[in-house]
């Protein structure tokens, strides 16, 4: 441990995801289980330019784990990509004596934290928190498995509409970026068709495959496309297929935000328990400017910059398992 470590502070950035109250607990407990003091920024970055800070025990964080969100609650903030108000966040935590920050969220909260660890020393370590699973270093992010849990649940209730009425519906789900939502749901629903960005199939490939489904005897389909696919949009995509294959009769549901809510699944609280312990640990060991994950079931440490700047391989043996189980 070293021995200038004394007081971490802790905050979630930009989008919630379910289990990022069970990392905030795990970092509390972990650190005043080491003698720690442990101190809530709420409303991520915003907060730590002019929120007012909380003190947290114990009790603080007692009964939380089973909630969804972030009680620190989470906010964009702009004066933060200033040089002016990184340096404004560098006083504020040398003012509360706060040695070391725990950021937990995405790409773009680690960003921040990068800059402010090289133009300021302070000691940083991120928790990978977003439901899109679109972080270079971990197999897995806090909030997915519940958000495919929950699209999962949506896609079955949605089927049983779909087959009384021989319907084809097409499921917007989230992933601007990243189609790992997409996939994963996809074949726990059991789609007829998948759209995510990394393929950009096109609408070519979407009549293809309807056509076949059309000539193999199914009167309704499932098709699930990430927000992000690049075939021209969901409603798009419906209204095509209708004019093309007029003996589909097309319906499109947006998932949106509910995709965020809901109390974390077991799989998530465990994985942001570990965490929050590994960043407390990181931190005790003198290391900084890293992210905690897990690979292979173990945890992991990858460089923050690396983490924002890199991109993780979409898995292509579910691609082609999602293939081969939709025919």
Do not use: W
């Amino acid at each position: 441990m070293t021995s200038s470590l004394k007081h971490i502070g802790v905050l979630t950035s930009g989008g919630d995801a379910p289990g990022m109250n069970a990392a905030i607990r795990a970092v509390v407990r972990c650190a005043l289980h080491h003698g720690l003091k442990v101190t809530g920024i709420p409303e991520g970055y915003s907060g730590l330019l002019g929120g007012e800070l909380k003190p947290l025990n114990s009790l603080s964080v007692s009964n939380i784990i089973n909630l969804g969100g972030t009680f620190l609650k989470s906010a964009r903030c702009m004066e933060f990509y200033k040089p002016e108000g990184r340096t404004q966040a560098a006083e504020r935590l040398e003012a509360e004596g706060i040695d070391a920050l725990v950021v937990i969220g995405g790409d773009g909260s680690f960003t921040g934290a990068v800059a402010l660890s090289r133009e300021h020393k302070v000691s940083v370590v991120g928790i990978p928190g977003t439901i899109d699973n679109d972080i270079y270093g971990t197999d897995f992010t806090i909030g997915f498995d519940t958000a495919i849990n929950t699209v999962q649940s949506a896609i079955d209730k949605i089927r049983d509409t779909a087959t009384s009425h021989n319907r084809l519906f097409f499921i917007e789900v989230m992933g601007r970026d990243a189609g790992y939502i997409a996939l994963y749901s996809g074949i726990g629903a059991g789609s007829e068709e998948i759209l995510i960005p990394e393929q950009s199939r096109g609408l070519d490939y979407l009549l293809q495959s309807l056509e076949r489904s059309g000539r193999a005897g199914k009167t309704s389909s499932i098709v699930v496309v990430a927000e992000g696919d690049k075939s021209g949009g969901v409603y798009e995509l419906a209204k095509a297929v209708e004019e093309t294959l007029p003996g589909y009769s097309s319906k499109v549901t947006v998932l949106g935000h509910l995709q965020r809510g809901g109390s974390p699944t077991c799989t998530d609280r465990v994985l942001a328990s570990r965490l929050g312990v590994a960043a407390v640990d990181t931190l005790r060991d003198g290391t900084s400017g890293v992210m905690v994950g897990l690979r292979n079931n173990r945890i992991s440490l990858t460089g923050l910059e690396k983490a924002c700047k890199e991109r993780p391989d979409i898995d292509a043996e579910l691609i082609r398992v999602s293939e081969i189980v939709s025919t």
